[in-house]
């Protein structure tokens, strides 16, 4: 067997395969039979015939069943980046095998389950019929090639399941999941996580290491930005060709003492599953994201907080402060993108000590404790998640323009506030509440205060007189009269 990781893949498939046909024919849905001639009959001149079942037929009448099953997609994935999937696929009477990668594996898959089972009426699975239809498939699709196994250990990650796949020929499992493990590798400690990598190289291929060590470099970057902690793998790893025995291999990845893991609760494997590959496709190969992303993986790998602490502050720099140092905006900007408005300032400071720390550190006069590990953890975290955020999706690369575009709003903001009229001021003009259903505030006041004044002084005043209408009529007469005979005698004086 020269692919292990294919055969034990490819094994779970066809018992689940094996369990549910088992299932569906107990329950009463029958086997079609075809009547064809006996082996030998035509030559002795008898017409005997008997029945084949159409196995091939019922299984492919519960495709959409065996699709569903848990160990469909881990076929799936073991199959697809094999290179001789075309040639088998002729081999076993298909005349235009497909050329897209997925849709080969899913024929190949399908083959072999009818090979497996080849005019079976109860579909129990039989070992001997396993191994020799998966030893027809290693030959075709191995043909030419080299299997290559590289295993290494990872810390800061704990898993709860006994394995996960990833994708692309990697998984995570127990060390006691891994088959023929190193000795070197048994005792003591059993809980070890194992980052596998299993591939295919040409025979003429040169230098097959190189791809090994490349795929785990390219798992370390999901996984560290998964969770808080800082995974990293052991500096030895082992490598495996064809099934021989394991050798051991120095690889790059180096990491300070961690004192915490990231734990993939059961269920959450499809998320991790999910997050690396698309980490995995939107990891840029050049401009300041990526050289961003580059520093942050130096920094991780760093012997102490002290040294990864500029490691952090260059990723910073690249993605928000493209002006240089001398700007002064990346405590601001990252303070904006990375905290809530009351926590702002607070964040701002810490990132303006950690420049100075820094500055410290070069001149050699930093302090030898353990601020400088937590200051250099705390900014890891912020670059950490910037970096994620980015890569899924969910910010744009520009983050220098939303940093200063949430500043202007926050700048705003307070210049409104800080310039809105006081409405209890009589000179500040009408204002009109705008409609609200929730009730007023009431406000008890203090009555206010009483004056006693003194009463008003009282006047007598004489009483006016009365006045008799008819006998002041009668004056007034006698007054007229009385004019009247002035003026004639007045006249006859005159005598006129």
């Known amino acids: 067997m020269r692919a292990p990781a294919l055969h034990a893949a490819l094994a779970d498939y066809?018992?689940?395969?094996?369990?549910?046909?088992?299932?569906?024919r107990d329950a009463g849905q029958e086997i079609a039979f075809d009547v064809v001639p006996a082996s030998g009959s035509r030559r002795r001149g008898l017409a005997l015939y008997c029945y084949r079942p159409l196995t091939e037929d019922f299984v492919a009448q519960h495709s959409g069943d065996l699709a569903r099953l848990?160990?469909?997609?881990?076929?799936?994935?073991?199959?697809?980046?094999?290179?001789?999937?075309?040639?088998?696929?002729?081999?076993?009477?298909?005349?235009h095998p497909p050329a897209e990668p997925s849709a080969a594996a899913r024929a190949a898959l399908g083959?072999?389950?009818?090979?497996?089972?080849?005019?079976?009426?109860?579909?129990?699975?039989?070992?001997?019929?396993f191994e020799r239809a998966y030893m027809l498939l290693e030959a075709s699709v191995l043909e030419g090639q080299r299997q290559l196994e590289?295993?290494?250990?990872?810390?800061?990650?704990?898993?709860?399941?006994?394995?996960?796949?990833?994708?692309?020929?990697?998984?995570?499992?127990?060390?006691?999941?891994?088959?023929?493990?190193?000795?070197?590798?048994?005792?003591?400690?059993?809980?070890?996580?194992?980052?596998?990598?299993?591939?295919?190289?040409?025979?003429?291929?040169?230098?097959?290491?190189?791809?090994?060590?490349?795929?785990?470099?390219?798992?370390?970057?999901?996984?560290?930005?998964?969770?808080?902690?800082?995974?990293?793998?052991?500096?030895?790893?082992?490598?495996?060709i064809d099934g021989g025995p394991w050798v051991p291999?120095?690889?790059?990845?180096?990491?300070?003492?961690?004192?915490?893991?990231?734990?993939?609760?059961?269920?959450?494997e499809d998320e991790l599953r999910a997050f690396c590959n698309l980490v995995t496709r939107r990891t840029p190969q050049g401009g300041e994201l990526a050289w961003a992303l580059r520093r942050f993986e130096f920094g991780c790998e760093r012997a102490s907080g002290a040294q990864a602490l500029t490691d952090f502050l260059a990723a910073l720099r690249a993605l928000l402060e493209p002006e240089g140092t001398h700007s002064g905006r990346l405590a601001g900007r990252l303070a904006v993108l990375c905290a809530v408005p009351d926590e702002?300032?607070?964040?701002?400071?810490?990132?303006?000590?950690?420049?100075?720390?820094?500055?410290?550190?070069?001149?050699?006069?930093?302090?030898?404790?353990?601020a400088v590990e937590e200051l250099a953890d705390e900014l890891r975290?912020?670059?950490?998640?910037?970096?994620?955020?980015?890569?899924?999706?969910?910010?744009?690369s520009d983050l220098r323009a939303i940093a200063d575009a949430l500043i202007e709003q926050d700048i705003e903001a307070e210049y409104q506030a800080a310039n809105a009229p006081d409405y209890d001021d009589p000179d500040a003009g009408l204002y009109y509440p705008s409609e609200s259903?929730?009730?007023?505030?009431?406000?008890?006041?203090?009555?206010?205060?009483?004056?006693?004044?003194?009463?008003?002084?009282?006047?007598?005043?004489?009483?006016?007189?009365?006045?008799?209408?008819?006998?002041?009529?009668?004056?007034?007469e006698g007054d007229q009269a009385t004019h009247l005979l002035d003026r004639g005698v007045q006249v006859g004086h005159d005598g006129r």
């Open 14 to 24: 066809c018992e689940q395969a094996a369990d549910l046909l088992h299932a569906r």
């Open 70 to 95: 848990p160990s469909h997609a881990s076929a799936l994935r073991a199959l697809q980046p094999l290179p001789g999937l075309a040639a088998y696929l002729r081999a076993r009477g298909v005349r």
């Open 111 to 129: 083959v072999l389950l009818d090979q497996v089972f080849d005019q079976a009426t109860d579909f129990q699975l039989s070992p001997e019929r």
């Open 150 to 240: 590289l295993a290494a250990v990872v810390r800061g990650m704990v898993i709860a399941a006994p394995r996960v796949e990833l994708g692309d020929g990697l998984e995570l499992m127990h060390l006691g999941q891994l088959e023929g493990a190193p000795p070197e590798l048994a005792d003591p400690d059993q809980g070890r996580l194992i980052a596998l990598w299993t591939g295919q190289r040409a025979e003429s291929a040169q230098r097959p290491v190189t791809e090994a060590r490349r795929r785990l470099r390219r798992l370390l970057t999901p996984l560290r930005l998964y969770g808080d902690a800082e995974v990293a793998l052991e500096p030895l790893a082992w490598l495996r």
């Open 249 to 268: 291999m120095a690889i790059d990845p180096r990491a300070r003492a961690l004192n915490n893991a990231t734990i993939v609760a059961e269920g959450q």
């Open 344 to 370: 702002r300032r607070a964040l701002a400071d810490r990132v303006l000590a950690g420049v100075e720390l820094e500055r410290a550190l070069i001149a050699g006069l930093a302090p030898d404790d353990g």
């Open 381 to 396: 975290a912020h670059l950490q998640a910037l970096l994620r955020d980015v890569l899924c999706g969910h910010l744009d």
């Open 437 to 476: 259903t929730e009730p007023e505030p009431t406000h008890d006041l203090p009555a206010e205060p009483t004056v006693d004044l003194p009463a008003e002084p009282t006047v007598d005043l004489p009483a006016e007189p009365t006045v008799d209408l008819e006998s002041e009529q009668e004056a007034l």
